[in-house]
């Protein structure tokens, strides 16, 4: 949409998407949300369980990889006379973002603990029949 605008700043915006330095990953997002759904068109795609569970992986991952082209490509260049360089993860921001997927993991292994994931179906034959129900 930013070709309609005629604004230079948003062309100057997409230009840098497609052809920055976070290029890899806005081609890799169309690769993921366009193009790889398209194979869902073949019948035989849509009969197998196990390439409809593959586009949904790929589907998913770009989606994260719109979200992360949304933020860093907006942000990534500030034109600040301090910001000379590209930003590029510290040990402590690997830290961080390992960190809180292994607080989300230690989280939902512990509620799985207090709160068993037990379906009432297989309960149903466990526990004996009320009379006159």
Known sequence: MAWYSGNQYEWYMMTNRWTGPYAPAYWALLLCNFVVPQLLWIEKVQSNTIWLFAISIVVSIGMWLERFVIVVTSLHRDFMPSSWGMYYPTMWDWATY???????????????????????????????AEEGK
Do not use: N
Not at 98 to 127: D, H, N, Q
């Open 98 to 128: 390992i960190g809180t997927i292994g607080l989300f993991f230690a989280l939902i292994f512990l509620f799985v603990r207090v709160l068993p994931a037990i379906s009432i179906f297989e309960m149903r034959t466990l526990v004996p």
